[in-house]
C-alpha cells in the first residue's frame, strides 16, 4: 500500500499512482475513441447509428435507467460531468430535465451535439467542453436538483479535485449527487489482475488502468471499495444515501465486437438468479447516491 499525502482523499490510500499523469493525455485518450464509439456497425453520426448505440448500453448495462431514474427529474435541472456520446444525456432531455452536459473530450461532444439534434433535444441541453478539475471555471455554480457522473471521475488524475468542484453545485436543499465508480474488488479487477499480471496483485492499479475500457492503454483508472468511497464522500460533506455494485459482463469478446451476445464460460453456466447475485458482490459499477451534508435526501 502506498503512502497517502496529508491531502489526499481517503479514497485514493490504495492507490495514488496516476496524479502525474497529464490531463492532456487523458484528453487525447477520449478523443481518439470517445467511450461506446463503436457500440454500432451504422454510419457514425446517424440517427440509426445513435438508436443503436442506446440499445446495446442499456442491453449490456440494463441496471443504468434503473440508477438514474431519468422521469424522476422531469422539469427539473440536471449538471453531467462526463456525458460522453450523450446516451443518458439524452434520456433525461426526453424526460423533460433541462441539462448541463460536460465533458473533456472534443470528439464526444461534437457526436453528443449532433445527436441532440437529431432528436430535437437540442434546446433542453447546453453543452461545456470543460476539465471537471476545474468545473467552476467551466460552469457557474447554481442550483440543480441531480448532479450525475456516470463512469467518468475515475478517469482523472485528480478526481478528489473533481468531488470538491461538484460540491460548489449543491447550492440549495435536496439537491442529489448520483456517481458511479469502478468498484475494486470486482470480478473485472480479478480477471484482469490473473490474465494480464499473472495473480502480481500489487500491479493492480497498473494493469487495471491498461485494460479497464475497450480501447486498451487508458491512462487514468481508479478504482475503489464501498468504505473508501464512503469515507471520501463524507470527507467532501456529503451524506450517503444509497451504495450497490451491480455489472458483470458475460459475453465473449470475439463475439461481442461482432455485436453477437454469447456468453462465455463461466457465465453461460449460471443460472439468472445467480448470476444477478453475484453481479450484486462482484459487480464493475460501485453506484452511489448522496445528498450534502446539511440538507435532507430529495424526496421522490
Known amino acids: 500500500m502506498l503512502a497517502r499525502p496529508a491531502d489526499m482523499s481517503p479514497a485514493i490510500t490504495e492507490h495514488a499512482t496516476f496524479g502525474e ?15 461506446n464509439l463503436r457500440h454500432s456497425a451504422a454510419p457514425v453520426g446517424t440517427r440509426e447509428y445513435f438508436e443503436q448505440v442506446e440499445a446495446r448500453k442499456y442491453f449490456v ?27 443518458d ?10 441539462v448541463t452536459a460536460v465533458d473533456l473530450s472534443s470528439a464526444s461532444l461534437a457526436l453528443a451535439r449532433t445527436r441532440a439534434e437529431i432528436f430535437g433535444l437540442q434546446d433542453r441541453i447546453t453543452f461545456v467542453e470543460a476539465n471537471a478539475e476545474r468545473l467552476s471555471e467551466f460552469v457557474e455554480p447554481a442550483h440543480y436538483d441531480l448532479v450525475y457522473s456516470f463512469g467518468v471521475i475515475h478517469h482523472t488524475p485528480h478526481p478528489e479535485r473533481v468531488l470538491e468542484q461538484i460540491r460548489r453545485f449543491f447550492t440549495g436543499p435536496q439537491t442529489t449527487l448520483k456517481m458511479m465508480v469502478y468498484y475494486r474488488w470486482s470480478w473485472k479487477v480479478f480477471a484482469i489482475v490473473l490474465q494480464e499480471a499473472y495473480g502480481a496483485f500489487w500491479r493492480l492499479d497498473e494493469v487495471v488502468a491498461r485494460n479497464s475500457e475497450a480501447q486498451t492503454g487508458c491512462p487514468v483508472t481508479y478504482t475503489y471499495t464501498k468504505t473508501s468511497l464512503r469515507q471520501w464522500l463524507e470527507a467532501t460533506d456529503f451524506a450517503v444515501d444509497d451504495i450497490f455494485v451491480d455489472h458483470i459482463f ?4 470475439a463475439d461481442y465486437v461482432q455485436y453477437r451476445y454469447v456468453k462465455g464460460f463461466p457465465f453461460n453456466m449460471i443460472p439468472g438468479p445467480v448470476m444477478r447475485a453475484l453481479e450484486r458482490r462482484l459487480g464493475w459499477h460501485l453506484c ?8 435532507a435526501p430529495a424526496s421522490r
Not at 89 to 98: I, P, S, W
Not at 288 to 295: C, L, R
Request: hydrophobic share 40%; with cysteine; charged share 25%.
Open 21 to 35: 499523469t497529464s490531463l492532456e493525455r487523458v484528453r487525447e485518450y477520449w478523443n481518439r475513441r470517445p467511450c
Open 61 to 87: 448495462e440494463a441496471h443504468i435507467p434503473g440508477f438514474a431514474e431519468f422521469d424522476r427529474w422531469a422539469g427539473k435541472r440536471v449538471l453531467e460531468v462526463g456525458c460522453g456520446l450523450g446516451t
Open 89 to 98: 444525456t439524452m434520456n433525461f432531455a426526453r424526460a423533460g430535465a433541462q
Open 250 to 253: 458475460p459475453y465473449r469478446v
Open 288 to 295: 452511489v447516491t448522496a445528498h450534502a451534508v446539511g440538507s
